[in-house]
C-alpha cells in the first residue's frame, strides 16, 4: 500500500488549531484573540473552497495476502502462484467445513431440546388436564357434602323443636 502525504488535510489541522487557539485567547480575555480567529476562520475558509474542487481518482488496492496467504514474495510484491492459490482454497474449503458442521450439530441439539419442550409441554397439559377433572370431583363431592350438612341441620333444627315442645 502507498502512502501519501495529504496537504488538504494538513491545512484543514493547521486551520483548526489556530481557531482552538483564539478561542483559547478569547476565554481568557488575552490580547490578539480577534486577529486569531480572523486568520483562523480565513484559514478554514480557503481550504474548505479549495477542498471542494479536489478530485481524487485513486484505484482501490485490494489485500490480496489477506485472502490467499503465502501470495507475497521476499519483497513484499505479490505474486500468484497455483500451490497458494490451491493451499487457501483448501483453508477457506476446510473452514467452511467445519462451520457447517458446527452448524448442523447446533441444529441437531436444538431439535433434541425441542422435542424435549415438546414432550414437557404435553405431560404438563395431561397433569393439568387430570387436575382439572379431580377439581370437578372435588366440587362435585364438596356440593354433596354441603347438601348432606344443610339436610342435617335441617334434621336437627327439627329434633330441637321437638324437644322444646316434649
Known amino acids: 500500500m502507498r502512502k501519501s502525504f495529504d496537504f ?73 502462484s497455483p500451490g497458494a492459490v490451491d493451499k487457501a482454497a483448501d483453508v477457506q474449503l476446510a473452514t467452511i467445513t467445519k462451520t457447517v458442521n458446527q452448524l448442523n450439530a447446533s441444529i441437531e441439539n436444538l431439535q433434541q431440546v425441542t422435542s424435549t419442550l415438546t414432550k414437557t409441554v404435553q405431560a404438563t397439559e395431561l397433569n393439568y388436564q387430570e387436575f382439572a377433572e379431580s377439581n370437578k370431583k372435588y366440587q362435585s363431592e364438596l356440593d354433596v357434602l354441603r347438601k348432606r350438612i344443610a339436610a342435617t341441620n335441617e334434621s336437627l333444627k327439627a329434633f330441637e323443636k321437638f324437644n322444646v315442645q316434649s
Open 8 to 80: 488538504i488535510n494538513f491545512f484543514y489541522g493547521i486551520g483548526a488549531a489556530i481557531v482552538l487557539i483564539a478561542a483559547l485567547f478569547k476565554f481568557l480575555g488575552w490580547k490578539y484573540a480577534n486577529e486569531f480567529f480572523v486568520v483562523g476562520l480565513t484559514a478554514e475558509a480557503a481550504i474548505f473552497v479549495i477542498s471542494s474542487f479536489a478530485w481524487r481518482s485513486e484505484e482501490k488496492q485490494y489485500a490480496w495476502e489477506k485472502v490467499f496467504p503465502g501470495i507475497e514474495n521476499e519483497d513484499g510484491e505479490l505474486q500468484v
